[in-house]
């Protein structure tokens, strides 16, 4: 490689690196909750006194609750990224992070006592969540894309999936904080003031992503889109260096030409087929592995240090299978490594509920649900959002990309909701020990890798602007 090259590659990875940060608040913010989820329903929940499907019922919500605010924000993302540009979006996001963190620790600032509100202060907690969320939900959008708009062609696949690795990084890396602070003291303790330490320590990598925002650069196809076009230029040669700047700008500018055309401009099926990605990346029940980890771990008879601490294994095979994703996306292509994962997640879903409704439950277990993590990593995970961010033609990318990215969500909600429903409903549990929402995943992660396999188009090599040869347009 040429030293322009690497001056290019240089700068586009540091620009990655800084909306990457959008993705570790991502993932931290979505696992934080993880290991405040007993204090939680200690604290706001159980003195209500309510049934057990009422109780499971806002359990579900609360512990979901911020999901709610990712579907608002992802619905919004579209639009705030196309008129106040990918960096300005991505500072909102990072003042919701902040705000949302420290009222989630404290709720009752406003309405009693910290510590003695209770019950009273469920309302301002979940409306803390759901802001936090609307950050999320910006950041799941703004931040593949705004990477996916700088990058080289030839190694965008690569910086698109380091976002998913800032995504694993920052649960990885909550997991770590929530054990450290749930070892700091006894049971008592972390109910009366762990469970805060744990949702406050989210303010500090917001504060950083907001303050390196400050410097970044925006988008050069957002340039264009707002008639920058010197400074467009500018940035391509910072970014690919003279000889493809002019070239790159003309490509920009042609797929921009005709940006206030129909969403269905290029058919439905291109949406359909976007919708569908995000929906299956949930309902393949990721999430409420993620935030339900140690009840999961729980469930298979592990004490409260123990599950935390097997949480964190979790984690770090989350992070190594991420880690290979990246360097096997631009090689393999998008497809296979779908279709790998979704296989790989169906036999690991499936032997994790026979191991659940056999009362197996020993390190086979634990090793299915480890395999099952590393299929996802693998796969789902981050090449789901690389080929969103690559899949819509520019021309109608913004909007369809937060219609996806909300459908996300929402599924996320659906999953997420309806996993404390069935794992605590006393007659699933009866016929099946724990194990049913695993056999759902299963059959559900079999259809998302033959969706794949007969549906989704390979987009690998191809560069942003001829996407749209890929679709049939309606002129």
């Keep these: 490689m040429n030293p322009a090259s690497r001056s290019s590659h240089s700068l586009a990875t540091r620009l990655t690196l800084i909306a990457n940060l959008g993705g570790l608040m991502f993932g931290y913010d979505t696992a934080v909750i993880s290991g405040a989820v007993d204090s939680i329903d200690r604290y706001f929940i159980a003195p209500l006194a309510l049934s057990e499907t009422a109780r499971d019922t806002l359990s579900g919500f609360t512990i979901s609750s911020a999901l709610i605010g990712c579907v608002i924000g992802a619905a919004m993302a579209g639009w705030a990224a196309d008129r106040s540009g990918r960096r300005k979006t991505l500072m909102l996001a990072a003042v919701l992070f902040i705000v949302s963190s420290i009222g989630a620790a404290l709720p009752e600032i406003g309405f009693g006592a910290i510590g003695a509100a209770g019950p009273a202060a469920l309302p301002a907690f979940i409306l803390y969540r759901i802001l936090g969320g609307v950050g999320i939900g910006i950041a799941s959008m703004v931040s593949p894309m705004y990477i996916a708009e700088i990058a080289p062609g030839a190694i965008r696949g690569r910086l698109v999936s380091y976002n998913q690795m800032a995504i694993v990084v920052g649960i990885v890396g909550v997991y770590f904080v929530n054990w450290a602070i749930a070892g700091a003291g006894d049971d008592a303790w972390v109910h009366a003031v762990g469970w805060r330490l744990m949702l406050a320590s989210a303010a500090l990598p917001a504060a950083l992503l907001l303050l390196l925002l400050l410097r970044a650069d925006d988008s050069p196809r957002w340039l264009v889109l707002k008639a920058r076009d010197d400074e467009a230029r500018s940035l391509l040669v910072r970014l690919a260096g003279e000889v493809e700047a002019d070239r790159a700008l003309a490509e920009i500018r042609q797929s921009l030409v005709q940006h206030t055309q129909p969403l269905l401009h290029f058919g439905a099926g291109v949406v359909i087929i976007g919708v569908l990605l995000s929906v299956f990346q949930q309902a393949v029940g990721i999430n409420a592995v993620l935030y339900y980890a140690p009840l999961i771990f729980r469930n298979m008879g592990a004490g409260g240090q123990t599950a935390l601490l097997q949480t964190v294994l979790v984690g770090v095979v989350n992070l190594l299978a991420t880690v290979l994703a990246i360097f096997t996306v631009d090689r393999w292509g998008r497809k296979p490594l779908l279709v790998l994962g979704g296989f790989v997640m ?130």
Aim: glycine share 6%.
């Design 346 to 475: 169906a036999a690991a879903m499936a032997a994790l509920s026979i191991c659940f409704a056999s009362q197996a439950l020993g390190i086979g277990a634990l090793l299915a649900m480890l395999v099952y993590v590393a299929g996802f990593a693998l796969s789902w995970g981050p090449v789901t959002w690389v080929l969103l961010a690559e899949i819509f033609p520019n021309s109608i990318k913004g909007r369809a990309l937060s219609l996806a990215v909300a459908a996300q969500w929402l599924a996320n909600i659906a999953v997420s909701w309806s996993f404390r429903l069935f794992d605590g409903n006393s007659r699933l549990i009866a016929h099946f020990h724990h194990g049913f929402p695993y056999a759902l995943y299963a059959a559900i992660s079999l259809f998302a890798a033959i969706f794949v396999l007969r549906c989704v188009p390979e987009t690998k090599g191809r560069s942003l602007e001829s996407v749209a040869s890929l679709w049939k347009r309606r002129d």
